[in-house]
């Protein structure tokens, strides 16, 4: 008894520390008190400048970041554009193969280089059930001693809907999306990262169901699982139900950066375990629809044309989501 008392000190002590600095430390319905102080510590030595209510601020983001994962465990799927009946209703979706011969069926996506099915095999990994909101990448610029983009126009009251903090975070490059998730598993010790296309599109998919939309249904709802059609801008991370799995707006937000570089031919020399993308490339993934968009870009089997990883501008169209990169439990 004596020994374990001892050996729990440290973690008492840094705790009492802890609350008497900056309050007590956030709950967490995923990680052991331990696992928070040690996330706490790592945040207070990582920056010791920042003000005790801007450390706490990061380790509320952490925790809850960490809290947002959906384990989706690995298998096997046949990814790419597996082909749907040519007449459909999008609001009563048939199951697959809707009772057609499948050879007879039309193509899903309007572009040819999703056509190619392929088998692909997944390990067990962790999905962020949220895309970033707007609140959380803005406190990654903050702790890094950036400027929050677009900061002339926050205060104007026509744009004020534009920078909600529970909207996706608005992307500028690939680069800013990988940082921000690295910057989550630094911090957490968690081997966090964006997506592979593989596992957005396995777990959009249901576990690599035959679905047609990500929906909760496979169907479309307007105004419960996806926004009416013709809407004119981002929506809350959490707005409409979410998929089977519990992972929220896989499509009509924002499009998701995923970790691939493009590659046309890639899906015909895709490894089956774990497919990581091409090596190199000049463009980088995004999968998912954003809300301008028509129903059929929904679909998950859609390659969304490659982007350049870099933008012109911060558009509310391209966010992200991340990944824990392991099956172990947290």
């Known amino acids: 008894m004596l020994r374990q008392l001892v050996l729990a000190l440290p973690a ?11 309050g007590p430390l956030p709950n967490s319905k995923s990680l052991a008190p331990e696992k928070v102080s040690a996330i706490a510590a790592t945040i207070a030595k990582t920056y010791p400048d920042l003000s005790s209510e801007l450390r706490g601020k990061v380790l509320n983001t952490v925790v809850q970041s960490i809290d947002n994962m959906v ?3 690995g298998g096997q799927f046949d990814m790419g554009d597996f082909g749907w009946i040519c007449e459909y209703d999008e609001k009563d979706v048939c199951t697959w193969p809707c009772g057609q011969d499948p050879e007879q069926m039309c193509n899903i996506s309007p ?3 999703d056509d190619f099915v392929h088998p692909v095999k997944l390990s067990g990994y962790y999905l962020s059930k949220f895309q970033t909101n707007l609140g959380d990448f803005d406190l990654f610029f903050t702790a890094q001693g950036k400027p929050v983009f677009d900061i002339k126009f926050r205060d104007r009251a026509d744009l004020q809907n ?5 909207l996706p975070a608005p992307t500028k490059s690939w680069q800013e999306a990988k940082d921000y998730c690295q910057w989550v598993g630094q911090l957490s010790g968690y081997p966090i990262d ?5 596992q957005w599109e396995y777990a959009a998919r249901n576990r690599g169901e035959h679905v047609l939309f990500p929906t909760d249904t496979g169907s479309l709802d307007y105004g419960k699982n996806f926004p009416v059609e013709g809407g004119g801008e981002t929506f809350a991370v959490n707005r409409f139900t979410p998929n089977p799995l ?3 707006n896989l499509s009509g937000n924002a499009t998701d950066w995923v970790n691939d570089w493009y590659g046309k031919d890639y899906y015909q020399n895709s490894p089956l375990e774990n497919p990581q993308g091409p090596a190199t490339g000049t ?3 995004k999968r998912g629809s954003n809300y301008p968009e028509a129903p059929l870009f929904a679909a998950p089997i859609v390659r969304r044309w490659p982007d350049k990883p870099i ?5 509310p169209g391209t966010g992200f989501r991340c990944a824990i990169q392991s099956g172990k439990p947290l």
């Open 194 to 198: 964006l997506p592979t296309e593989a």
């Open 311 to 315: 933008q012109k501008a911060y558009y």
């Open 246 to 248: 519990g992972i929220y």
């Open 283 to 285: 463009e980088k993934v």
């Open 71 to 73: 384990f989706v465990e």
């Open 12 to 22: 008492m002590m840094f705790l009492v520390g802890c609350e008497a600095e900056s």
């Open 162 to 166: 534009m920078y909600a903090p529970n």
């Open 111 to 113: 572009d040819g280089n």
